[in-house]
């Protein structure tokens, strides 16, 4: 199955030339030339890969398409291309998981982008790895042990572990009359 990529920009000439460059390169691509019709694709469609301009018919409709694809059920990677780059922080803060900046050698740009459909294919399978509620240990036996954090005490059918005090070696080296002025 090809991967499915959203391209959405307001420019067509850079539309068009990477809807050729991805294509070439294995992918299938829709492309929007707006933020509402990149929200509206989203809304119809499953991709695996949504790489949106921020400035659009407004200089919102980036932030708007980015946090469709946040909402969207089926979880596509988001790449944020930009002509005018923002600060790490800030396109993370927006929900992007990374920036492309155009102009870029097609290369470079591929390179971008599978490693950022592999990192996110990777993140995928690990938030949809079932948890425990609760944390949870094993005792020697392999039986589960219920650990209370906070209060660092065990809870379980099996003998709870007993606390050790430590005393430092100075301490104890100390002679009687040393610890009653110390």
Known sequence: MKRRILLVDDEVAVLLT???????????????????????????????????????????????????????????AVALLTAFPVAEEDFQELGADKMLVKPMHTKVLLQQIDKLMAAHETNLKIWSTPRPANPAVTNGNG?????A???GTAKSSAKAPTKIKTVSKRASDKTGSERKTA
Do not use: C, Q, W
């Open 18 to 76: 990477l809807k050729a460059v991805l294509e070439i390169s294995g992918f299938d691509v829709d492309t929007a030339t707006s933020g509402r019709e990149g929200k509206h694709k989203l809304r119809s469609r499953e991709y695996h890969m949504v790489i949106t301009d921020m400035r659009m018919e407004n200089d919102e409709a980036g932030k708007e398409v980015i946090a469709a694809a946040r909402t969207a059920p089926y979880h596509p």
């Open 143 to 147: 039986a589960l042990t219920r650990v």
């Open 149 to 151: 954090a906070k209060r």
